[in-house]
T-cell receptor, first 113, second 112 residues
Framework: DAKTTQPTSMDCAEGRAANLPCNHSTISGNEYVYWYRQIHSQGPQYIIHGLKNNETNEMASLIITEDRKSSTLILPHATLRDTAVYYCIVRGIISGGYNKLIFGAGTRLAVHP | KAGVTQTPRYLIKTRGQQVTLSCSPISGHRSVSWYQQTPGQGLQFLFEYFSETQRNKGNFPGRFSGRQFSNSRSEMNVSTLELGDSALYLC???????????FGPGTRLTVL
């Protein structure tokens, strides 16, 4: 299974951009990078995913390096409600089946006033 | 479109009992996966059902089982409950295979 490495915790000031890094050096060619977040004791919330190209939606942007060994999730203007645990997941058939998500410990993002 | 729903949201059981949790996927979604979340082990994959068949299974004992109905709704059952089964049980649905999974709010199970 492709493993991901994320910092344990990060801080961000409200209104500033939050940049959350993720290393996935063993990713295979057909594996996607997914980001979810979990606000205390709620179900994980899907944020964004990508294969090779950078992606943007109403919640965030995902920047994937050209060699695909790492990526960065960007929350452009963090708010207090973005305080959560953010999970970077590599997903694909090589990971054990498309619908078997393997969660790591994630990054605990604290947004402060 | 309604999201994934799980019932009940909270449950308290005693050791040795069994429990059944229910999950209704997003309309049109045929794949349902179950996960267990505990403070010690984090989020772990239990199993996945697609078209009423178990398609994938995690590393959990046989006390954990599930099924899926023709309308894609799914149930998971835990028999002979142990204290360590206290956890947040999460259900996620997706349309088919390589598709984004969306999670429900979870069922908080406490075993006394």
């Amino acid at each position: 299974d492709a493993k991901t490495t994320q910092p344990t915790s990060m801080d961000c000031a409200e209104g500033r951009a939050a940049n959350l890094p993720c290393n996935h050096s063993t990713i295979s060619g057909n594996e996607y990078v997914y980001w979810y977040r979990q606000i205390h004791s709620q179900g994980p919330q899907y944020i964004i995913h990508g294969l090779k190209n950078n992606e943007t939606n109403e919640m965030a942007s995902l920047i994937i390096t050209e060699d695909r060994k790492s990526s960065t999730l960007i929350l452009p203007h963090a708010t207090l409600r973005d305080t959560a645990v953010y999970y970077c997941i590599v997903r694909g058939i090589i990971s054990g089946g498309y619908n078997k998500l393997i969660f790591g410990a994630g990054t605990r993002l604290a947004v402060h006033p | 479109k309604a999201g994934v729903t799980q019932t009940p949201r909270y449950l308290i059981k005693t050791r040795g009992q069994q429990v059944t949790l229910s999950c209704s996927p997003i309309s049109g979604h045929r794949s349902v996966s179950w996960y267990q979340q505990t403070p010690g082990q984090g989020l772990q994959f239990l199993f996945e059902y697609f078209s009423e068949t178990q398609r994938n299974k995690g590393n959990f004992p046989g006390r954990f089982s599930g099924r899926q109905f023709s309308n894609s709704r799914s149930e998971m059952n835990v028999s002979t409950l142990e204290l360590g089964d206290s956890a947040l049980y999460l259900c996620a649905s997706s349309r088919t295979g390589p598709d984004t999974q969306y999670f429900g709010p979870g069922t908080r199970l406490t075993v006394l």
